[in-house]
């Protein structure tokens, strides 16, 4: 369900999961990608836990100052936004891919403020050579 409250625009996912398999999995949200977990979920609701399980793996395993991740990821999502290229919907990057991305850039610079984060963000991916993998 899309909506917007107070000019933000959210995107509500839903994903039932049932106490027994919380009780059996208990460090799934913050579990790297298992196949072995079997989740009692369709498709549709596990692409809504991943957005969630991929933020605590890059918080865990990538980024130390999470605080200054968040705020420059607010920027870069903001920019995108207002340039009206914020969407995996129209084949733009969409809010994963853009973590991935800062994720990268706070593996290279770990002590740099959101500030620095961002216009290294924007340097480094303005010269990117597209066709190299960004792997962090």
Known sequence: MRLTIHGVQIDLLLSIISQDFM???????????NEDI???TNPQELRSIN???????????????????RVTLKAIKLWAKNKGIYSQIYGYLGGAAFSIMLAKICQLYPNYSSLQLLDRFFFIYANWVWSIAIII
């Not at 009780?23 to 990608?33: I, L, S, T, V």
């Not at 865990?60 to 200054?68: G, P, T």
């Open 23 to 33: 009780r059996k999995n208990p460090d799934f949200f913050e579990a790297e990608a």
């Open 51 to 69: 957005g969630y399980r991929t933020a605590i793996y890059l918080k865990k395993k990538y980024v130390d100052k999470y605080k200054n991740y």
């Open 38 to 40: 079997n989740m009692p």
